[in-house]
């Protein structure tokens, strides 16, 4: 066993840090953690001393995608480069997501099984993966994607990633059958435009029919997966809300229909913002994206503020892939930037985002019987949020038990209690 002493505990449900904290760790799972005074733990334990710094759960993104590189339709095609270095690239974006404290990612469209489990076979490092492989859409939508010629995609980079377009509710329920076959731990979908579509096609276009996202959900929740939906604003937004997706990602136009935040509140469905997307394209990409971004950056605060009265349950979400990796702790310093009190804006990427992922049980929190999913920090991001992004002041991230950055100075020697 292996105890850290001496610690400030952040343990990811929202309350005050606990000063001289103590935190007990059996192999990949925790033990214990709370205040010192009420741990004990055998002898031969490994006492590590982290006098100074802060313990607190893994981070969650509940927004990713991890396999894409660009916006750019050939590489979107996988016409760029060998495929074999495409999925370097990809296992590398794995590392360095774990290394930037992310244990845990929830896949938003790109990433087939096979990531995942060379994760869990230890044949790379990376977060621990909830996957949707592809994202449903109909003909014309968010998952169809031809070029600018009319011409689509001439053949599948991966047979394991089926192109998501399905139209009419037997459509749908076959597509959603085959997400499940292919590895999807949860099925994403979208009912709206978004600020990367094809030009003509925005944010406030509706996409899919009321029996086409009946059908997908009943169809989801029959093989035991729940839903994430794409939807920016307009009717498209209220449909999905009203059909019971279980989270709504961007969601930036919330704040024009407050009877959809009490709607999501009372049905517990979870928000996740990801300003991060949206603050790159109102920056650096084409012109009708920066237009759209630009647009719905004022409103989407109004949103996230509306949202957090109503108790709507914000979840942490970037939606990188597109423009960066690794720096996915941008996320949770915007959210203190647009209003968020510092221990909210954890809360949105370990333990509420723990429930978003579907994973409450085994991570999230720092308790009892939960995986020791970690980092240890130098410095308490409840008072200084920024610590979260600065790799210098993280010093160890731990998955399950296993420590993939220490920096942590040794120091033992201190009073042992034995049980
Ligand atoms: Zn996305």
């Given at each position: 066993?292996?105890?850290f002493?001496?610690?400030?505990?952040?343990d990811?449900?929202?309350g005050p840090?606990?000063?001289?904290?103590?935190?007990?760790i059996?192999?990949e799972?925790?033990?214990?953690?709370g205040?010192r005074a009420?741990?004990?733990?055998?002898?031969g334990?490994?006492?590590?001393?982290v006098?100074?710094?802060?313990?607190?759960?893994?981070?969650?993104?509940?927004?990713?995608h991890?396999?894409?590189?660009n916006?750019?339709?050939?590489s979107r095609w996988?016409?760029?480069e060998p495929?074999?270095?495409?999925?370097?690239?990809?296992?590398k974006v794995?590392?360095?997501?774990?290394?930037?404290?992310?244990?845990?990612?929830?896949?938003a469209?790109?990433l087939?099984?096979?990531?995942?489990?060379?994760?869990?076979?230890?044949?790379?490092?990376?977060?621990?993966?909830?996957l949707t492989?592809?994202?449903?859409?109909?003909t014309g939508g968010?998952?169809?994607?031809?070029s600018?010629?009319?011409?689509?995609n001439?053949?599948?980079?991966?047979?394991?990633i089926?192109?998501?377009v399905?139209?009419?509710?037997?459509?749908?329920?076959?597509?959603v059958?085959?997400?499940?076959r292919?590895?999807?731990?949860?099925?994403?979908?979208?009912?709206?435009?978004?600020?990367?579509?094809r030009?003509g096609?925005?944010?406030m276009?509706?996409?899919?029919?009321?029996?086409?996202?009946?059908?997908l959900?009943?169809?989801?929740t029959?093989?035991?997966?729940?839903?994430?939906?794409h939807?920016v604003?307009?009717?498209?937004l209220?449909?999905?809300?009203?059909?019971g997706a279980?989270?709504?990602?961007?969601?930036?136009?919330l704040?024009d229909?407050p009877?959809l935040?009490?709607?999501?509140?009372?049905?517990?469905?979870?928000?996740?913002p990801?300003f991060?997307v949206?603050?790159?394209h109102?920056t650096?990409?084409?012109p009708?994206?920066?237009a759209?971004a630009?647009?719905?950056?004022?409103?989407?605060?109004?949103?996230?503020h509306?949202a957090?009265?109503?108790?709507?349950?914000?979840?942490?979400g970037?939606?990188?892939?597109?423009?960066?990796h690794g720096?996915?702790a941008?996320?949770?310093?915007?959210?203190?930037?647009?209003?968020m009190t510092p221990?909210?804006?954890i809360?949105a990427?370990t333990?509420?985002?723990?429930q978003?992922?579907g994973?409450q049980?085994?991570?999230?929190?720092?308790?009892?019987?939960?995986f020791?999913?970690l980092?240890?920090?130098?410095?308490?991001?409840s008072?200084?949020?920024?610590?979260?992004?600065?790799?210098?002041?993280?010093?160890?991230?731990?998955k399950?038990?296993?420590?993939?950055v220490n920096?942590?100075?040794?120091?033992?020697g201190?009073?042992?209690?034995?049980?």
């Amino acid at each position: 066993m292996k105890v850290f002493i001496n610690a400030s505990l952040i343990d990811g449900n929202g309350g005050p840090v606990i000063n001289d904290a103590a935190v007990l760790i059996d192999g990949e799972r925790i033990v214990s953690a709370g205040p010192r005074a009420a741990a004990t733990w055998p002898e031969g334990t490994e006492v590590v001393d982290v006098t100074g710094l802060t313990i607190m759960p893994g981070l969650i993104d509940c927004h990713d995608h991890l396999a894409s590189k660009n916006y750019d339709m050939a590489s979107r095609w996988g016409l760029t480069e060998p495929t074999s270095l495409g999925y370097l690239r990809t296992a590398k974006v794995l590392e360095e997501t774990l290394l930037a404290g992310y244990t845990c990612v929830r896949d938003a469209g790109g990433l087939d099984i096979g990531f995942k489990e060379a994760i869990e076979e230890g044949l790379i490092p990376g977060p621990r993966l909830v996957l949707t492989v592809g994202i449903l859409s109909p003909t014309g939508g968010l998952a169809d994607r031809p070029s600018p010629s009319g011409h689509h995609n001439p053949f599948h980079v991966d047979a394991r990633i089926p192109v998501g377009v399905a139209d009419g509710p037997d459509g749908v329920r076959a597509k959603v059958r085959e997400m499940a076959r292919v590895g999807a731990d949860q099925i994403k979908f979208a009912t709206t435009g978004g600020a990367s579509s094809r030009p003509g096609h925005g944010t406030m276009d509706i996409e899919f029919g009321k029996d086409e996202v009946k059908a997908l959900i009943e169809e989801s929740t029959a093989l035991g997966r729940t839903t994430m939906c794409h939807a920016v604003g307009g009717p498209g937004l209220r449909m999905a809300i009203e059909a019971g997706a279980g989270s709504i990602e961007h969601g930036c136009y919330l704040a024009d229909d407050p009877d959809l935040l009490k709607m999501m509140a009372d049905q517990g469905t979870f928000f996740v913002p990801t300003f991060e997307v949206y603050e790159f394209h109102s920056t650096v990409s084409a012109p009708h994206m920066i237009a759209r971004a630009q647009a719905l950056m004022d409103v989407h605060q109004e949103s996230l503020h509306k949202a957090a009265e109503a108790g709507v349950r914000i979840i942490a979400g970037t939606d990188a892939g597109g423009f960066v990796h690794g720096d996915n702790a941008k996320e949770v310093e915007i959210l203190v930037n647009r209003g968020m009190t510092p221990m909210q804006a954890i809360q949105a990427a370990t333990g509420l985002a723990a429930q978003c992922a579907g994973l409450q049980k085994d991570i999230g929190t720092l308790e009892p019987g939960k995986f020791a999913d970690l980092l240890i920090l130098d410095g308490d991001p409840s008072k200084d949020i920024t610590i979260l992004r600065n790799r210098d002041k993280i010093k160890m991230v731990m998955k399950g038990g296993e420590a993939f950055v220490n920096t942590v100075p040794v120091a033992t020697g201190s009073p042992q209690p034995v049980s």
